[in-house]
């Protein structure tokens, strides 16, 4: 694991709110995580799961020749000048039954009917498609010539014995499984689900359940980042509401990093080099960054207590989605030792023209209406740029922005 210290970030118990790009956020981010232990469970379970072993194919599959069309098992020789107005003859000798390898053998002048995914008989070295053929009695016309291998599927054509179907790190998808049905893996071993500890701090916050007295809002924030670890393959452990009492927080951290994998503190992130969240982390163990580079969510501090990384987010919800989409993903990617996400992208047009503040990369939620999109334009402490954005499109460091008509890569929420 990569030092952050090396790279020159701050690890003293003082707190400058320098900020560095997202590029290296990132970098550090996965090098203080640690991956998770193992565990072996059944593929049904395995869905979202990410692979701590490879996957090898033990044998050739599917392990015979058969056929992926409807059609006649010939020889293609006998067939080499077959057309529409001439057609070959061959005597049908059968059937070929599914599941069953046929003890005939194709020999000069006969053919056999053979369905999609029958094994190849004996002596036939192609199939032609019932659409090409006339049968009358036990006879059938060939009307079309074929090649060595048309319409056969290979012994080994799905994978051959020791190929590396997924490597280390890959995240099973529902496709996946299938797959590993096809190959008798049953049983498969996989990263342990990480343990995200969750605190929420400040003093306006009240539970999402109350009603909020003047001057108070309601917590969002903890089952924003609930859901998202969930969603990421992690398993969210809440520590409740903190309300900026430095002892609080300092207990309450303490016990999160020896029961957690890793802790993401809502709140209590700022410019201020007095901030809460960035000096308790400090005092019980490191802080490495305290600033990204990006709008919104630039008051983000990356800092570890003993082996488990800690992440302060900003308060307000939609700075803190960003950073959860743009950095807390591969922390979680990272305990689950995925070498890197796959986003969902879009490339489509800008609606309207956007202009950026320049020094920094921007981040602009979007609406996809057809085939444009359009800016959902607020400040960050609303909602409502959550619940009618698509995405986000990144605006580069000294760019001034886009214009109407401009082409745009959309990650999608």
Known sequence: MSNPEESGQCASSEYYFDVVPIEEAVRIVRSISHQTGTETIPIDDGDGRTLSEPVIALTDIPGFERSWRDGYAVITSDIQSASESSPKNLSCLGSVRMGTPSDLTVTPGTCMY????????????????????????????????????????????????????????????????????????????????????????????????????????????????????????????????????????????????????????????????????????????????????IAPGKPTIIGKIQDVPVIGLPGHPASTFMVLSLVVIHLLQALKGSPCQKTYKQKIRMATSVQSEQGREHYLRVRIEGDSATPVLGKSGLMNTLAWSDGIIRIPAGDEGYEAGDEVEVMLW
């Open 114 to 293: 053979i369905p999609t995914g029958g094994q190849i008989p004996a002596g036939a070295d192609a199939v032609v498609m019932v659409e090409y053929t006339e049968r009358i009695g036990d006879t059938i016309l060939i009307k079309k010539p074929a090649i060595v291998g048309e319409n056969i599927i290979r012994r080994d054509e799905d994978f051959k014995a020791s190929d590396l179907i997924y490597p280390v790190g890959w995240i099973l998808r529902p496709q996946d499984i299938g797959v590993l049905a096809s190959i008798g893996k049953t049983q498969i071993t996989v990263r342990k689900k990480p343990v995200i500890g969750i605190i929420s701090t400040g003093t306006e916050l009240v539970p999402a359940e109350a009603i909020p007295r003047p001057g108070e809002v309601r917590e969002v924030n903890s089952y924003l980042i609930t859901v998202f670890s969930r969603r990421q393959g992690a398993v969210p452990v809440r520590y409740g509401i903190i309300r900026d009492n430095p002892d609080e927080l300092r207990e309450t951290l303490s016990r999160a990093a020896r029961e957690c994998d890793a802790v993401v503190v809502s709140g209590g992130s700022s410019k201020d080099r007095n901030d809460i969240t960035a000096r308790t982390i400090g005092e019980l163990g490191e802080v490495f960054v305290h600033g990204i580079s």
